[in-house]
């Protein structure tokens, strides 16, 4: 299986942003145009981005197509991207404008039923299923949503299995504790999913700070990781990330 790193660029009112934990008055915002970041993610050898719309995510209706399509034209990355897709059309719009994957996060979660429909419509490869999870007492992985106030019917597991099953390829998993928290994702998270769920390619999500952080993704048979904060913030260099 290849290894793909996944600069990602989380956009809300027009800026760059990063929010600690996906708390959204937790915002820090960075200095760099949209579309000027994806550029320089392109020509530093990224092949992929995710992009995120972090206005749409709470309120619904994407509205980065601009953003989108002009990105595609003139950078040549493969997107995946999401943010406030709520039923079919909006699948087939993004793909339309662009976008290689269409993400969908808290839908996946609470209406699998509706996310099996298009798979079936779109095929396993046409979208990326999003779940941030958390850790409970017991030691099974939950799904928040409605502003992780609320819990969703199914856990991980058994949403990642139902998934699977139905032809689903890329999962991405957020450990919540870790999101934009620079402390390291969840190796023992991914290597778990990896274990139970094997025609899964699992994102790595959350945490990440270094290029020790990128191989230890890459060894516990991630498919993918995602890379946001220590971007931004110069932790990490994405032609290191991209070496090794």
């Not at 749409?56 to 990355?77: E, H, M, R, V």
Request: charged share 20%; glycine share 10%; net charge negative.
């Amino acid at each position: 299986m290849s290894f793909t790193v996944y600069p990602a660029i989380d956009v809300r009112a027009g800026r760059v942003v990063r929010l600690r934990q996906g708390d959204y008055a937790e915002e820090t915002r960075y200095v760099d145009d949209p579309l000027t970041l994806a550029q320089r993610y392109a020509k530093d050898g990224a092949t992929w981005l995710h992009l995120v719309d972090l206005d749409a995510a709470k309120s619904g209706g994407y509205t980065l197509l601009p953003l989108l399509q002009a990105i595609y034209q003139t950078t040549g990355l493969r997107i995946q991207t999401g943010g406030g897709v709520r039923c079919r059309e909006d699948v087939q719009q993004l793909l339309s404008a662009g976008a290689q994957r269409v993400v969908v996060g808290s839908l996946a979660a609470r209406e699998p039923a509706l996310l099996l429909d298009w798979l079936s419509a779109f095929g396993g490869d046409a979208l990326t299923i999003a779940l941030d999870t958390r850790q409970e007492g017991d030691g099974t992985w939950c799904l928040p949503v409605h502003g992780w106030t609320q819990l969703a019917e199914h856990n991980l597991d058994a949403l990642a299995a139902r998934y699977a099953n139905a032809g689903l390829r890329h999962l991405l998993c957020t450990d919540i504790a870790r999101d934009g928290m620079l402390t390291g994702p969840n190796i023992a998270l991914y290597e778990g999913l990896r274990q139970r769920h094997p025609a899964l390619h699992i994102q790595a999500s959350g945490g990440a700070r270094d290029v020790a952080d990128v191989v230890a993704a890459r060894a516990a048979g991630c498919a993918g990781i995602v890379l946001g904060k220590a971007l931004l913030e110069g932790q990490l260099s994405l032609r290191e990330a991209l070496a090794c």
